[in-house]
């Protein structure tokens, strides 16, 4: 799975207001904690904001909070709201590929590969990454031996 640039600060954008909740940060505290370029995390927050996954409050004392508490708020919305479905396959959702011959099952492995992919992202809440304290399945897979490794 690749996850992207736009991903990856999306999340850690999320994480920041997740510890500092329910009080608000400005996206230049964001950008300067997480060090991410300022103007694209902007359009991150706007995706994040039209989700309804953040809010945004103008003003002097204005700035970003999440819409729910960090709890409720997993890794899968957040990747969802600013990149589209978590697993594609040509632009195509993995149930939505047919194949013929050798390569007709297919589709199962593509639908496995998302539904793997699920276990982690939408089982993780950004309270329990904050802390440190991820479902007992996500933690048994950091500790496979091979799960450090690039192959």
Excluded: C
Aim: net charge positive; glycine share 8%; charged share 25%.
């Amino acid at each position: 799975m690749q996850i992207s640039a736009r991903g990856d600060y999306a999340v850690r954008a999320g994480l920041s207001l997740a510890a500092a909740y329910p009080s608000l940060m400005s996206a230049q505290a964001l950008a300067a904690e997480q060090d991410l370029p300022r103007k694209f995390l902007e359009a991150v927050l706007a995706d994040l904001r039209r989700a309804g996954i953040i809010r945004a409050q103008r003003g002097a004392e204005g700035g970003y909070t999440l819409a729910r508490t960090p709890r409720e708020v997993s890794v899968g919305m957040i990747l969802r709201a600013v990149d589209g479905p978590l697993a594609g396959v040509r632009g195509l959702r993995p149930e939505e590929t047919r194949y013929d011959g050798a390569a007709e099952n297919l589709p199962r492995l593509w639908v496995a590969v998302r539904a793997a992919v699920r276990d982690v992202v939408d089982e993780v809440s950004l309270a329990e990454l904050v802390s440190g304290r991820m479902p007992a399945h996500v933690r048994k897979l950091t500790t496979r031996p091979d799960a450090w490794q690039p192959r």
